[in-house]
């Protein structure tokens, strides 16, 4: 039927729009959420190996590195060279490396080069947090925006709808039931109007009208 369907119809559009609003805001955060973790973890992994290196070369003072604390310092350079997620790491990353035998073994100057490496190794990492922050925050503003305006569309769909709605459904009865009741109170020349109704009230309409004129002959024999 037209009218059910166009009722299912209706309803169907804004349960759908609303919907979409709902699961889209859900699916970008949703998203967004896991993938900045994983950044954030990396670089902090890679902090966290610089600032053991400095532990260990800074605890050795001018020293050579005891044999322990030499394995810890290469065992985190490891972790760092594999853990690259930026490419300003990589000259730092092999600076450092072609400084840290000398470093290991007590020459002053290597030692401060290495060690001036490994805190510019945590700034870049540092550096690329703050950036996913920013990104994030962009991000959030973006989907937050995108969801006033999806609203915003649905709001004026939803407006639509209802005047559509007023003007096929509700003027239609509304008129239907006017009529009837000029008819039962004596008023026999009032019809319903034609409208953009569906096909099933439009029946109905005529029906009534139909019956009133029928009415109307039945009441004046001689006229036709």
């Known amino acids: 039927m037209e009218l059910r369907r166009e ?12 919907l979409l609003l709902a699961f889209g805001a859900i699916g970008l955060f949703v998203r967004m959420g896991p993938a900045i973790e994983h950044i954030l973890q990396e670089n ?9 290196m400095l532990a260990e070369i800074a605890g050795a003072g001018s020293e050579p590195l005891a044999d322990a604390a030499e394995d810890r310092v290469r065992q985190a350079m490891a972790r760092a060279q594999q853990n690259v997620t930026e490419a300003a790491e990589r000259p730092v990353l092999a600076d450092i ?9 007590g020459e002053p100057d290597a030692r401060r080069q290495a060690v001036t490496d490994v805190r ?73 109007r034609p409208s953009e109704a569906p096909r099933e009230v439009i029946l109905v309409a005529e029906s009534v009208n139909g019956l009133l004129d029928e009415r109307l002959r039945r009441s004046n024999p001689g006229s036709r």
Do not use: H, K
């Not at 700034?123 to 990104?135: F, G, H, L, T």
């Not at 969801?147 to 239609?172: D, Y």
């Open 97 to 105: 490396e072609q400084l840290l035998p000398r470093a290991l073994a």
């Open 44 to 52: 902090d992994y890679s902090i966290e190996a610089a600032e053991e």
């Open 120 to 192: 510019r190794l945590i700034e870049i990492n540092r550096e690329a947090m703050r950036s996913v922050d920013e990104e994030a925050q962009r991000l959030g503003s973006a989907g937050a925006w995108a969801a006033v305006l999806v609203g915003f569309l649905s709001f004026l769909l939803s407006l639509f709808v209802v005047v559509r709605f007023q003007r096929r459904f509700v003027r239609p009865l509304v008129d239907l039931y006017e009529v009837l009741e000029s008819a039962r109170q004596g008023e026999r020349l009032r019809r319903c």
């Open 7 to 18: 009722l299912l119809l209706t309803v169907g559009v804004l349960v759908l729009l609303n």
